[in-house]
């Protein structure tokens, strides 16, 4: 999926964390930029389905309370 950025952020890496993504970018032809988007991505979906439990347990709480009070 190609998409025009609309938003731009900073990351500031330590030595060892810049010179480890660097070899994975080398190693997969893909740009350091491609593999920070790659990886919030990641990062979204995992705390999305982590949380889905949980939020599924609120909306279920809130609508029993709901009902209880009528």
Known sequence: MV???KHRITVNL????YEALQ????RT?????WLGR???CDFIEQR???????LAGLMAEETS???SAK
């Open 23 to 26: 070899r994975i970018a080398t």
């Open 65 to 67: 309370a709901r009902q």
């Open 14 to 17: 330590d030595d060892a964390e």
């Open 38 to 40: 790659r990886a919030i």
């Open 48 to 54: 999305e389905r982590a949380d889905a439990p949980l």
């Open 29 to 33: 032809e893909r740009s350091l930029a």
């Open 3 to 5: 998409m025009a950025a």
